[in-house]
């Protein structure tokens, strides 16, 4: 199984995503939108980011197998103020938890989230029994695509980069924000 | 230094030593008024010559609190376990080794900080993972959190 073997129609088929196609606008402003989310999308640049294993996976994604700079993930940023997106990889615990929450606090708007693997988008292996792990990134940042995984391999990466990428590209410069509010 | 060897040096220095059977590693129990003049025998006899802490860890047992030293000599290439128990629960206290091996600072830093066992005669024994003013120390057997822990 890899990325190749799933099938067009079942990667377009989203109806989360389908919901933001709902928009409306005039034809200026739409243009205008598919030039600029066409120019977002394709450069999303990581924050330097990862607390555990999965954190490898990432740089498995970012080596010269997988390759995400091919779809435009250029280059991890190791300043919050420079990056767009930033890739949860990896258990956040209670005392990293601030440390988080100031890094995405830093990033510019617009930034989005990816919590990637078991540990970010539940707790994961850690959730029963422990005394310090944060239960899902997000409690403490918003998040816009989960990968799950335990770690995910970096074709799941790959495949929530591209769904982060459709996401975007259904942005407005009239409205922004209406991808959180039609959710 | 062979295994039989060491064991009879061993021995011959604290009589008290219980040993303890280990596939592995050569394993001695030490009565804990002891473990800080054995640990400088060990490290400066020239046919001992343990210069290298390698782990330093703190075990619940229930019955009784343990710190176990694994050592391990650089030039002749042996290696040895020390275990030392303490069946107080609140105020347990051992020896520091931390003027014989440097790295046992932060060891026991971590033993004291998740396990609770105290060190006499540390530089700064102070919390090393958790925040000052955690209560309790969480890799206790009997640690309970109501609030952040979901028991299966």
């Known amino acids: 199984m890899g990325i190749k073997n799933i099938k067009e129609t079942e990667f377009r088929d989203n109806e989360t995503l389908d919901l933001f196609k709902q928009s409306g606008g005039n034809i200026l402003l739409t243009t205008l939108d598919a030039v600029m989310d066409w120019g977002r999308s394709n450069s999303i640049w990581p924050l330097t980011f990862a607390t555990s294993c999965c954190g490898i996976e990432m740089m498995a994604t970012g080596a010269s197998r997988h390759d995400f700079s091919r779809f435009g993930i250029e280059v991890y940023r190791a300043s919050p103020r420079q990056a767009d997106m930033i890739v949860v990889a990896g258990t956040i615990v209670n005392k990293m938890a601030p440390v988080l929450k100031r890094l995405y606090d830093q990033m510019s708007d617009p930034k989005y989230v990816i919590a990637m693997g078991a540990c970010a988008v539940s707790g994961g292996p850690f959730f029963y029994n422990t005394y310090h792990v944060i239960r899902g990134v997000d409690h403490v940042i918003p998040v816009d695509v989960y990968v799950p995984g335990c770690p995910p391999r970096p074709e799941a990466l790959l495949y929530g980069i591209m769904q982060l990428q459709r996401k975007i590209k259904l942005e407005s410069l009239s409205n922004p924000r209406k991808t959180v509010e039609l959710i | ?152």
């Open chain 2, 1 to 152: 230094m062979d295994k039989e060897a060491l064991k009879e040096r061993i021995l011959g220095l604290i009589p008290d030593a219980e040993f303890q059977e280990n596939k592995q590693f050569l394993t001695f129990i030490i009565p804990p008024a002891k473990i800080h003049d054995l640990a400088v025998t060990l490290k400066t006899e020239a046919d001992l010559a343990f210069d290298y802490l390698f782990c330093l860890s703190g075990v619940d047992m229930v019955k009784f609190l343990e710190v176990v030293y694994h050592l391990e000599s650089t030039t002749l290439r042996h290696q040895l376990v020390l275990k030392v128990r303490t069946a107080d629960r609140e105020n347990g206290t051992v020896d520091t080794v931390c003027d014989i091996w440097h790295t046992a600072e932060f060891h026991e830093r971590e033993v004291y900080d998740l396990m609770g066992i105290r060190f006499a005669n540390h530089p700064d024994l102070r919390r090393l993972f958790l925040e000052e003013g955690w209560i309790g120390h969480p890799l206790r057997k009997d640690y309970v959190d109501e609030v952040n822990i979901v028991e299966l």
